[in-house]
Each structure stands twice: as C-alpha cells, then as structure tokens.
C-alpha cells in the first residue's frame, strides 16, 4: 500500500493514496490519487470496488469523505468506476467524467445521475474552492475514446490515466521513473498496443507541451519525474501505435 505525497505544502498536497494489490487486476497495480486544498478533497480514479475499503482509509489520514469537493474519472473502466457507487453513498461530491460515457455509468449500479457532470470534448476547468483549480485536459483515444486527464497548476503534477502506465515485474515497487530508458521496456508494447494512433499521441503531446510539468503521474505503475518527463513526451510524441501498425483485419505490424 502507497501514501506518497508527490507535492506537500500546509495549504496544498497531491498524494500518491493506495495501490491495488498486484493479484486483484490480473496483477496490474492501479494508483488512485487525492488533491487535497485546505480542508477540501478531490479524489481522481477512485478506483474498483475491491480496494475502495484500504483507499477510504488513506483518505481518511487527510480529509473526510463529506470535503470531497470532487470525484474525477479519467475514464470508464472498472478499475476505475468499479467503486464509484459505494463513494456515492458516503459523500456528496460530483463526479467528473467525459460526457461520452455518461450513459454507460448506470450498468455499474449507479440509480442516479444527478450527481454527475460530462466534461465536453475540449476540457474544462473546474473552480472546486477559493485559489483551487484543476485543469480537465482531452486526451480522447489514449486509449480511451473519451479520456481526460486532471492537471494542478499548483502542485505541477499531470495525472495522465492510462497514457504513460506500466506493466511492471514482481518485485519492481519503485515509486518513480527516473531512467527513462531503463523503464521503456514496461511501457512500450502496452502504448503500441492500447493507444489508437500517432495522430492521437501527437495532438495530446502538442497540448500538454504548454503546461508547466513537474510529475506525469499514470493509473498504472511508477511516476514520471526530471528528465523521464520529457523524455516520456518525446518518445511518445513519435510512437507508431493502434491502427498505424494494422496490416489487416486481426494482424499488426511487428515493430522490432
């Protein structure tokens, strides 16, 4: 279990909260995260419905569930949404997520909408209290058709979803990629294969370009840092993935 603050300050935190356990999604960790402004939450990815339970309870160490201003979904997966009803039932907060997948949400026993906001196309940003914000940034197709990322001009971390996540090895429990090179073997064949295009992964580097990045913080596996920020961008800016390696229907081009 993670509670790894990336930015800590008296007024403003970005906390690492929780990691799945390796053996409950196939053994793919999954990070969820908190921004805490205050005495004001937002909880990003909450996470399935099997570890919702161990990230209460690091919630917990920093904010109570009724000062969640905002629970944010980068997308629509299980290991995302899979907890979202019991997090319904013990706060109060809206629930961002792309306006795409609004109608697909009730199928993970969610009665009610009421609480929810579809984020448009092009992002938004979200005033969740007095000097907090966060960014909505489009990062549509990576993979997800309808994926958003969360940006914190304060704390300059870029919560990215799936776009930078990593399959790493038993035993491999480092917090942070600090050698770029030496992680692109756990990166690489899931971008090839999950991402859509390079026109996609293109556009998105191009947008995120202008922000101010100190940390791109993935769902899946360690946390980007220094130089591995822009190396990551570089590299992902240029990668061939989805349909650029389609030769057919069912068959992809190997890339060597």
């Known amino acids: 279990m993670r509670n790894i603050p990336l930015f800590n300050t008296d007024d403003h935190k970005f906390i690492l909260l929780n990691e799945s356990e390796p053996g409950e999604e196939d053994g793919i960790r999954s990070n969820q995260y908190l921004v805490v402004h205050g005495d004001d939450g937002v909880l990003l990815d909450p996470g399935g419905f099997g570890v919702m339970p161990r990230v209460l309870s690091e919630l917990l160490r920093y904010v109570s569930p009724d000062r969640l201003k905002a629970i944010m979904l980068s ?21 961002y997520v792309s306006s795409i997948w609004m109608r697909f949400l009730p199928h993970y026993g969610i009665s009610s909408m009421r609480r929810f906001i579809g984020v448009p196309d092009e992002g938004m940003q979200v005033e969740l209290a007095e000097g907090f914000r966060l960014d909505l940034v489009p ?61 996609a992964a293109r556009l998105w580097v191009e947008a995120v370009s202008q922000l101010d990045i100190d940390f791109i913080a993935p769902q899946h596996g360690p946390i980007y840092r220094g130089a591995a920020v822009p190396a990551f961008l570089d590299w992902f800016r240029n990668l061939e993935c989805g349909v650029d390696l389609m030769v057919e229907a069912g068959r992809f081009r190997r890339v060597p």
Do not use: C
């Open 75 to 95: 997308h629509q997966d299980p290991d995302i949404v899979g907890g979202l009803a019991t997090w319904l039932e013990i706060s109060e907060a809206p629930v």
């Open 139 to 199: 990062a549509h197709f990576l993979h997800s058709e309808g994926q958003i990322n969360v940006y914190d001009p304060i704390s300059k971390v870029l919560f990215t979803g799936d776009i930078g996540a990593a399959m790493m090895p038993d035993g491999e429990d480092e917090p942070y990629v600090d050698d770029f090179a030496a992680h692109l073997p756990y990166i690489e064949g899931f971008h090839r294969r999950y991402m859509a295009s390079n026109k």
